[in-house]
């Protein structure tokens, strides 16, 4: 029987997954895909925090009070009563939304994503990221994530140099996936082998141990016991 020939750069270059064609492997991507926005800002407040990064509802508190500083300035240099009225509106707009401790989180989940080098007929897909996350705060403070999942790693130093050839071309990859501003996104492994967090963190890749994933919280319904009335 011949052998399946690599369809991507990363597989020519030897770097085979063999984790792609196990049940494992796809439970892991379905768990990961129904996991809530809620859940996504703390994975991603988990990576923040490895690279030493503010949270990001401490991103959010900052770009609001710099987009309110910039709008006084804006104010005070204004001439026309109407842009006056504009800006003060948009500042009064802005302290609401800082003084409001619990935003709307929003995640846009994208699986299986091309990460591509060049353009047109010089295009060659490099490899796919097993999911792409883009992260945010109503609308602040917007984080991305691309993850490699791995139900085990055989070879530290093998996803590793995956991850990293993965990188070279990570901010367009993103940039194409998600429309609007975008900026360079954090790579994660997430896997179910644990201990290596030191190992990859110290190569400024991000690591999540499976067992230490945010899990849904279920919600307690008080029930009123028999015979019991209240007025």
Not at 60 to 79: F, G, N, T, V
Not at 118 to 127: D, Q, R, S
Request: hydrophobic share 35%.
């Amino acid at each position: 029987m011949s052998k399946v020939k690599a369809k991507t750069l990363s597989e020519r270059m030897g770097f085979r997954d063999p984790d792609l064609s196990t049940p494992e492997h796809d439970e892991m991507i379905l768990a990961l895909m129904k996991k809530t926005p809620e859940e996504w800002v703390e994975i991603a407040d988990c990576v923040l925090k490895q690279f030493h990064k503010r949270t990001l509802i401490q991103q959010r508190k900052s770009e609001i009070e710099q987009s309110i500083a910039e709008l006084k300035h804006s104010l005070d240099k204004a001439y026309a009563e109407s842009d006056k009225i504009r800006y003060t509106d948009d500042i009064n707009s802005l302290v609401t939304a800082l003084k409001n401790n619990n935003p709307k989180p929003s995640a846009d989940i994208r699986v299986e994503v091309p990460i591509q080098k060049g353009e047109g007929k010089y295009a060659t897909v490099v490899g796919f990221a097993d999911i792409a996350v883009e992260i945010g705060l109503h609308g602040w403070c917007t984080t991305y994530l691309m993850c490699e999942v791995k139900p085990q790693i055989e070879s530290f130093g093998g996803v590793l140099r995956q991850m990293n050839f993965y990188a070279e071309y990570g901010y367009e990859t993103i940039d194409k996936t998600f429309d609007g501003y975008t900026r360079s996104p954090f790579f994660l492994v997430i896997t179910k082998t644990p201990d290596l967090k030191q190992a990859f963190v110290s190569q400024s890749i991000g690591y999540i141990s499976w067992d230490s994933l945010p899990k849904r919280k279920k919600l307690r319904r008080s029930r009123k016991k028999k015979g019991l009335t209240t007025r």
